[in-house]
Every structure is written in structure tokens, then in C-alpha cells.
């Protein structure tokens, strides 16, 4: 059972373009986190979100997690080809372990 | 560098031989998580160590598959009489005591068994 679905799976837009992926579960979770993962590399943090509602921006992505704690948005902006990767979205229930997406796949052409 | 190191970053290993992966924690974190990452799957939880403790290894195959993170030293996942089911990239992450679930990773050890 995927505990969290990521739409769309993969997405290929120009730059200057602007996108939503989401990030879409029937469980409730104590906190969310975006990664995004280069090919070769690891996850690398972008942002952390904990109160249901709650909106953050990190320049060009806007980070939404619903009221409901159960399902998270982000969007990016004029996106850039250097936006490329892999990204994930992971839910945390109680302490500490993180239950992943299987993650949306953007590539931005120049 | 302050972030977590793993290695090797890759490591080749023929059926049956161990393998040992390493990971040093982001500096000021104590805590160590261990994720797999098969292809065309999304990352899985293994493990997860404090210094001299596996605190949860409800992801952790029962057998050949152990893991630890002892007083002094890296954290280590070790793999006996591997398959090549075994062949995926292992990631290691860390957190500190405030905020468990804001977890770093490392570059990850990419496996492969022939």
C-alpha cells in the first residue's frame, strides 16, 4: 500500500513555465518534508512543513500543506532548467521515521 | 564538509560475500536512519540507531540485513551472503534530538551484486 501518491509522475515543461506537483495521502501526518534527489546524489532537504494550513516559500516554491494534514502542494515559479530532479515528498507519523512518495520526475528544457 | 558521509559510494560484491556500508552522521546529530532505494520504487525505512541503540528496525529484512551505530565510529548496515536482490542504493540520513523528522541524507552507497 503507497501511503502517499505523487502526481503527476513525470513532467516535462519549458522554462519560464509554471507547475504544481502533488503530494496526496488518506493519513494524517505529525509533519511533511519535500526532498529533491539528483541522479547519483541523495535527497536533499528543501523544506519542512508541521501545522496544517500552513504555506512557506523558498524563493522561487511555494510549499502548501493542507488543512487536514493529509496531503501537500508545491509550486515553482518561472521554472529554471537547474529545477530539474526528482522530487519527493515524505510524512512523518509520531517520532521519526519518514514514509516516502515515489516521487515526481521534472525536467525543465531551456 | 558537515553533512553526512557515506561510503563507499559504490560497491560491488559477488553472491555470498558480505557488505559493509558506513555512514557518519551530520556533526551535532545523533541520530541515524537507514532508507533503501530499489528502481522504479520509492525510498524505504530500514533502520533507525541512536549511539549503541537500534530504536526501530521495523523495516530491517530478518535475516542477513543488521545494522548498528557504536559509541565511537560510523554507523554500520551489514549485509551477509548477498543477492542480487540486494542491488539498490542504501541511504543514510541523520536528525538531531529536536527535530527527528527533518532528516539529512548522504550521498548514499550504490551496491551491486553480480
Known amino acids: 500500500t503507497q501511503l502517499l501518491e505523487q502526481s503527476p509522475q513525470f513532467l516535462s515543461i519549458q522554462e519560464g513555465e509554471n507547475l504544481t506537483v502533488y503530494c496526496n495521502s488518506s493519513s494524517v501526518f505529525s509533519s511533511l518534508q519535500w526532498y529533491r534527489q539528483e541522479p547519483g546524489e541523495g535527497p536533499v532537504l528543501l523544506v519542512t512543513?508541521?501545522?496544517?494550513?500552513e504555506v512557506k516559500k523558498l524563493k522561487r516554491l511555494t510549499f502548501q500543506f493542507g488543512d487536514a494534514r493529509k496531503d501537500s502542494s508545491l509550486h515553482i515559479t518561472a521554472a529554471q532548467p537547474g529545477d530539474t530532479g526528482l522530487y519527493l515528498c515524505?510524512?512523518?507519523?509520531?517520532?521519526?521515521?519518514?514514509?516516502f512518495g515515489k516521487g515526481t520526475m521534472l525536467l525543465v528544457s531551456p | 564538509n558537515a553533512g553526512v558521509m557515506q561510503n563507499p559510494r559504490h560497491l560491488v560484491r559477488r553472491r555470498g560475500q558480505e557488505a559493509r556500508l558506513r555512514c557518519s552522521p551530520m556533526?551535532?546529530?545523533?541520530?541515524v536512519y537507514w532508507y533503501r532505494q530499489l528502481p522504479e520504487e520509492g525510498l524505504k525505512f530500514m533502520v533507525y540507531?541512536?549511539?549503541?541503540?537500534?530504536?526501530?528496525e521495523s523495516g530491517m529484512p530478518k535475516e542477513r540485513f543488521s545494522a548498528e551505530f557504536p559509541k565511537e565510529g560510523p554507523s554500520i548496515l551489514r549485509i551477509q551472503q548477498v543477492v542480487r536482490g540486494d542491488s539498490a542504493a542504501y541511504f543514510c540520513a541523520s536528525s538531531n534530538a529536536g527535530t527527528l523528522y527533518e532528516q539529512y541524507f548522504g550521498p548514499g552507497t550504490r551496491l551491486t551484486v553480480t
Open positions: 556533526k551535532g546529530h545523533s541520530h
Open positions: 515524505a510524512g512523518a507519523k509520531g517520532y521519526s521515521t519518514l514514509t
Open positions: 512543513v508541521v501545522t496544517g494550513g
Open positions: 540507531l541512536q549511539k549503541e541503540n537500534i530504536i526501530d
